[in-house]
């Protein structure tokens, strides 16, 4: 089983809509989640970070972490083509003491 | 504010050749990761790091691989007789207090192997 599980997608939602993006992770000791946008040929950019359950809000995008359900999220309102990229999320604070990444899911906002 | 500094950003390497990737972390932080990427892969993790200690390195290959983050200067990645599959793009990432805080990613360091 991986540390850290997503859909690869594709995802594709229309401009304008809600996108929703999920990831599991194994470890229950985890403390700290993290979602980072790779657009092709860049590197990671830190978008989001949630450290306890409930919904985490800013701007467009919401995190949502159950911990319970080992399960995080991330919605993007108002979807834009600029927001096409691969979504990473990341899990740390865990037994392994290390910052473990999904293999990421690409998102893909229709004109 | 300067940002987490990779260089070089493309390295050329002959088959046998050493490879040395640096990665200077942001400003205050001491610790440090390394990520292996390969096309339309996921990040792998590599090691981590802080000031003068490696903290985790189980994901990194036995041989040929090393890594320190000395206590001036930059962290270094070495890859010892570099083969074709190990080209790839190496990232590196800082953060302030390890796992449980943020961690910022440098532009990375793309290795080709001829």
């Known amino acids: 089983q991986k540390e850290v599980e997503q859909n690869s997608g594709p995802l594709s939602v229309p401009e304008g809509a809600i996108a929703s993006l999920n990831c599991t992770y194994s470890?229950?000791?985890?403390?700290?989640f993290f979602w980072y946008r790779q657009y092709s040929g860049k590197s990671p950019e830190l978008i989001m970070s949630i450290y306890s359950n409930g919904d985490k809000e800013d701007g467009r995008f919401t995190a949502q972490l159950n911990k319970a359900s080992q399960y995080v999220s991330l919605l993007i309102r108002d979807s834009q083509p600029s927001d096409s990229a691969t979504y990473l999320c990341a899990g740390g604070g865990g037994a392994t003491n290390k910052l473990i990444f999904g293999t990421g899911t690409l998102l893909a906002v229709q004109p | 504010n300067a940002g987490v500094m990779q260089n070089p950003r493309h390295l050329v390497r002959r088959r046998g050749q050493e490879a040395r990737l640096r990665c200077s972390p942001m400003?205050?932080?001491?610790?440090v990761y390394w990520y292996r990427q390969l096309p339309e892969e996921g990040l792998k993790f590599m090691v981590y790091?802080?000031?003068?200690?490696?903290?985790?390195e189980s994901g990194m290959p036995k041989e040929r691989f090393s890594a320190e983050f000395p206590k001036e200067g930059p962290s270094i990645l070495r890859i010892q007789q570099v083969v074709r599959g190990d080209s790839a793009a190496y990232f590196c990432?800082?953060?302030?207090?390890?796992?449980?805080?943020?961690?910022?990613f440098g532009q990375g360091t793309r290795l080709t192997v001829v």
């Open positions: 790091l802080q000031k003068e200690n490696i903290i985790d």
């Open positions: 470890d229950r000791g985890s403390q700290s």
């Open positions: 990432a800082s953060s302030l207090k390890g796992q449980n805080t943020e961690a910022f």
């Open positions: 400003k205050g932080h001491s610790h």
